[in-house]
């Protein structure tokens, strides 16, 4: 960003956004410290290959076989396809990954300890889990997982709330005047997240921005397999399906007046009760996003850092909504293929 400061040049920032996710899953996942998001080339590449899995994700819906098949089909089939080229990245990076980590000869006690031990330290080293689950197999299956899970949503969230920040000079002069007093010395200083959740002004954009793009928007559905359930005057047999569509919670005019319009301030009204029953973004349940902590605390670090004091003053360039706005629905919102992303000049 700082290269193209004053030359008029663009930066491809929804490329910038999905490549610091994935640094931070994967320094989580397995401590790959080799940062993407410095190299504007990496990270294309990277947010690319995420799309790639991303449009093809219904197919795998309606023939789940075919899971089964990326399982066990060698990678240089997998590659004659973008998005078995993809599961083919992502399982040799995690294998790779594994077999360093049970090569390497570090000292149990002190690596539980350490809290930059990965995931897969911790998982290699847990003692109660059976050796079947650490397999390298296995392991690689929840690596993929967790970095394909985590790897570019925050990305896209930070995409959508940027764009209309970006196109609302008052939301963004709102959002510079609170984040002001926080990073007036960045980097000497960076704001605790506990401060940066304090923010109500923040926090209301960071709802809105998930709002307007929540991940999955579609319905995903669940099954209750022991008992039917009671809602209201209604029984539903057990195992029937049931679920809610993101798309529609999040657009209904009722509790979002003009939904389609970013507006944090309804978020900061007194009662908002309504608002949160309906916002579910990351879903509810036990099966709802196991990475919602992390992701809510790269999108706080991530706009505060942008929009901090003294930051970078950044343009929309050649962005529309429709080059942000998902439209598609790959489970996960997407926009049409050829939507352009967003792109910034920095003054
Ligand atoms: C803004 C960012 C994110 C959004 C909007 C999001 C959204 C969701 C949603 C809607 C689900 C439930 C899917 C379903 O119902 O089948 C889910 C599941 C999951 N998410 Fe996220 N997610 C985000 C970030 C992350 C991150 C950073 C991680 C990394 C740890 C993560 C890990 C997971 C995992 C492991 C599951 C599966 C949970 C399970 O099946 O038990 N997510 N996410």
């Known amino acids: 960003?700082?290269?193209?400061?004053?030359?008029?040049?663009?930066?491809?920032?929804?490329?910038?956004?999905?490549?610091?996710?994935?640094?931070?899953?994967?320094?989580?996942?397995?401590?790959?410290?080799?940062?993407?998001?410095?190299?504007?080339?990496?990270?294309?590449?990277?947010?690319?290959?995420?799309?790639?899995?991303?449009?093809?994700?219904?197919?795998?819906?309606?023939?789940?076989?075919?899971?089964?098949?990326?399982?066990?089909?060698?990678?240089?089939?997998?590659?004659?396809?973008?998005?078995?080229?993809?599961?083919?990245?992502?399982?040799?990076?995690?294998?790779?990954?594994?077999?360093?980590?049970?090569?390497?000869?570090?000292?149990?006690?002190?690596?539980?300890?350490?809290?930059?031990?990965?995931?897969?330290?911790?998982?290699?080293?847990?003692?109660?889990?059976?050796?079947?689950?650490?397999?390298?197999?296995?392991?690689?299956?929840?690596?993929?997982?967790?970095?394909?899970?985590?790897?570019?949503?925050?990305?896209?969230?930070?995409?959508?709330?940027?764009?209309?920040?970006?196109?609302?000079?008052?939301?963004?002069?709102?959002?510079?005047?609170?984040?002001?007093?926080?990073?007036?010395?960045?980097?000497?200083?960076?704001?605790?997240?506990?401060?940066l959740e304090r923010l109500p002004y923040l926090q209301a954009c960071l709802k809105e921005g998930l709002r307007m793009g929540p991940g999955a928007i579609r319905r995903t559905p669940r099954c209750f397999p022991d008992d039917d359930v009671v809602y209201k005057d209604y029984v539903i047999p057990k195992n029937t399906p049931i679920g809610i569509a993101t798309y529609y919670m999040h657009n209904d005019p009722e509790v979002f007046p003009e939904p389609f319009e970013f507006r944090p301030e309804r978020w900061l009204a007194d009662d908002i009760s309504l608002l949160k029953r309906n916002w579910v973004p990351f879903s509810r349940g036990a099966r709802g996003c196991a990475g919602i902590n992390l992701a809510m605390s790269e999108l706080s670090l991530g706009i505060s850092t942008l929009f901090r004091a003294d930051g970078p003053k950044l343009r929309l360039y050649e962005t529309e909504r429709r080059d942000i706005q998902p439209c598609y629905d790959r489970i996960i919102g997407v926009p049409a293929p050829d939507a352009r992303g967003l792109r910034v000049t920095v003054h």
């Open 1 to 195: 960003m700082s290269r193209c400061k004053g030359t008029g040049e663009f930066v491809q920032l929804d490329d910038t956004f999905a490549a610091y996710t994935r640094d931070i899953i994967a320094a989580i996942c397995y401590e790959d410290e080799a940062p993407m998001v410095e190299d504007a080339g990496k990270s294309a590449e990277w947010h690319n290959m995420t799309m790639n899995l991303v449009y093809q994700q219904p197919v795998a819906v309606h023939l789940p076989f075919l899971m089964k098949l990326v399982r066990i089909l060698p990678d240089a089939i997998l590659k004659l396809y973008p998005a078995g080229g993809t599961c083919a990245r992502l399982r040799s990076n995690a294998i790779d990954h594994i077999e360093t980590a049970k090569k390497q000869n570090r000292g149990m006690e002190a690596a539980l300890k350490d809290v930059r031990s990965s995931m897969l330290r911790h998982m290699l080293l847990d003692k109660d889990l059976p050796q079947s689950e650490k397999s390298t197999d296995r392991l690689a299956q929840e690596l993929m997982n967790v970095v394909g899970a985590g790897g570019s949503t925050p990305g896209t969230a930070l995409t959508i709330t940027t764009y209309h920040i970006l196109s609302n000079p008052r939301v963004e002069n709102k959002l510079r005047q609170e984040l002001a007093g926080l990073t007036v010395n960045f980097p000497t200083e960076v704001p605790q997240l506990t401060d």
